[in-house]
């Protein structure tokens, strides 16, 4: 596709599961983030990869959350032991390099909400 | 202390009127600066970016670098009731955002 697409776009799920949420990037962008965001609020960074690794991952908030791209393409954020302030839309981008010069391309977001 | 802090609004200007939106940053070396409208329910999409002192203009949109005060705004001249939205301004260094600042444009 030529745009940047998460899946699911919708994931209820109970307190204490485990949530994958997946990101596929435009072809070719080596620059890939991930976002929280909460109603009213702006986008939350939570990570950051360049090609396979993790560039920055120091807005992980805590243990619960892990994200992989071992391809340097698609992307998995990972949340264990969900919990109710969870909730919210995590949103993907990527860009063509990353860094100081790159317009983010965003996906349309997963909804994530924990019961 | 917040790396990017913008006025959270919301902001309220009548149709045809110029939109005044403000965003400091503490990272004093931060090299490039963006503007995103994010409409509700919909994800950010890029409007401008700006990486020297000085001001840029595209169309009715204005971007304002002043690196020494660490503050970079962005004017929306005639605005437009279809301007109404959340601008969200984003610095380098792996693109942290501020929170945003709701604008709403009154026909």
């Known amino acids: 596709g030529a745009g940047v697409s998460q899946t699911p776009s919708n994931k209820v799920t109970e307190k204490g599961k485990y949530v994958e949420l997946r990101c596929d990037p435009i072809s070719g962008h080596t620059a890939l983030y991930w976002y929280r965001q909460s109603l009213g609020q702006g986008p939350e960074f939570l990570i950051y990869?360049?090609?396979?690794?993790?560039?920055?991952d120091s807005g992980l908030p805590n243990d619960r959350f892990f994200a992989v791209r071992p391809e340097g393409s698609v992307s998995t954020l990972k949340i264990q032991r969900t919990e109710r302030g969870d909730s919210a839309v995590y949103l993907c981008a990527s860009s063509p390099t990353g860094g100081d010069s790159g317009e983010l391309f965003f996906g349309e977001g997963s909804r994530l909400t924990v019961l | 202390q917040k790396e990017v802090e913008q006025n959270s609004g919301p902001l309220s200007v009548p149709e045809g009127a110029i939109a005044s939106l403000n965003c400091t940053y503490s990272d004093r070396g931060s090299q490039s600066f963006f503007w995103y409208r994010q409409y509700s329910g919909k994800s950010p999409e890029l409007i401008m970016f700006?990486?020297?002192?000085g001001d840029k203009e595209d169309g009715r949109f204005t971007a304002q670098l002043n690196k020494a005060s660490q503050y970079v705004s962005l004017l929306i001249r005639d605005s437009q009731p279809s301007d109404s939205a959340t601008y969200l301004c984003a610095v380098n260094s792996y693109m942290r955002f501020g929170a945003g600042t709701r604008l709403t444009v009154k026909p």
């Open positions: 990869f360049q090609g396979t690794g993790a560039a920055d």
């Open positions: 700006i990486y020297s002192n």
